[in-house]
């Protein structure tokens, strides 16, 4: 969190800005040119009168050290952080959050003087996600989730912690089914895909249908392992891919009754998070959700 907050002038996106007071945030990956980040974080600081400004950064995998350094001598105040960095982020953080000393894994990093803190603000979003678009509530449910790596985990640890009975772990590697279950004991167990048939809740974590990796049309349950046409009525069917916003394994158990719901979702609410986090305001979700098109409803 930041001292203050500078007002935006009357010039924001005109001749004289950025100017030199304007404060900067950023978004690294790579790749980072599909990332949405940009119009989510510079919509938030429209809306709340503060002159920042935030960039993509396409850094490549053995060179986010140093572009860590790179930022925290240059003053940026805040670094999201997206594949295929976030692990090792976690790790080049001076100060971690309970949540990234748990899953190993950073989605925010803040700079302060030569502190860096790691945050992970996944989870957070993906909960706030279920409770205020889809109105679902994960206590006392069933979920299950595909995939297990850093997004599956922070799913993993988000839904246990918001009270779900249990949490169903799938993933083609039984043996990272089994540690990112463990990240919950009690609650998480590795399981079989056909459990997740009495599931209230599945989410797939995992890339497979990313438009941005070249699928967005999967035919099959290959990429997954898990054929969602068995998905019925009664269950919440999630794809944490937002790009297409319905992906081909969605609409597979759209048209067999299912509710579904895209990714996108999430990407608002853990973008929403970092704002508060480095400005300390309440984030402005509606500009948020018009700057990247808020779906009027998940489409079959």
């Known amino acids: 969190m930041t001292d203050e907050m500078p007002v935006v ?3 924001l996106g005109g001749a004289g800005w950025p100017s030199a007071n304007t404060r900067l945030a950023g978004v690294v990956g790579h790749p980072v040119s599909h990332s949405l980040s940009p119009r989510l ?28 350094e790179g930022a925290r001598v240059l ?10 960095h976030k692990a090792l982020a976690a790790r080049l953080a001076t100060r971690r959050s309970a949540v990234v000393r748990r899953l190993g894994a950073a989605n925010t990093l803040t700079f302060s003087g030569r502190q860096v803190t790691a945050d992970n603000t996944d989870g957070e979003g993906f909960i706030a996600d279920l409770r205020q678009e889809v109105a679902f509530e994960p206590e006392g449910r069933c979920c299950g989730v595909i995939g297990a790596g850093g997004a599956a985990r922070a799913v993993i640890v988000a839904l246990a912690e918001a009270g779900a009975r249990e949490v169903l772990v799938i993933n083609r590697t039984r043996a990272r089914a089994f540690q990112a279950a463990m990240l919950v004991p ?8 056909g459990e997740l048939d009495a599931a209230d809740l599945i989410v797939k974590a995992t890339p497979a249908g990313m438009a941005t990796d070249g699928g967005g049309t999967e035919s099959s349950s290959d990429e997954v392992g898990v054929d ?13 891919v937002y790009d297409p916003p319905v992906t081909g394994w969605l609409r597979r158990a759209a048209a067999n009754g299912a509710r579904i719901h895209g990714g996108l979702g999430m990407l608002v609410h853990q973008a929403a998070r970092q704002v508060e986090l480095w400005t300390g305001a309440r984030p ?3 500009e948020m959700w018009s700057a990247v098109g808020r779906p009027v409803a998940d489409p079959p």
């Open 186 to 193: 009690g609650r998480g167990r590795v399981a079989r895909p």
């Open 9 to 11: 002038s009357p010039s």
């Open 75 to 84: 003053g940026v105040v805040g670094l999201s952080v997206t594949m295929p």
């Open 284 to 286: 402005p979700l509606a």
């Open 41 to 68: 974080h510079q919509a938030a600081y429209r809306a709340l009168g503060v002159d920042w400004a935030y960039l993509a950064f396409d850094v490549a995998p053995g060179s986010l050290e140093a572009a860590v």
């Open 228 to 240: 969602s046409s068995r998905f019925g009525a009664g269950q919440l069917v999630v794809d944490l």
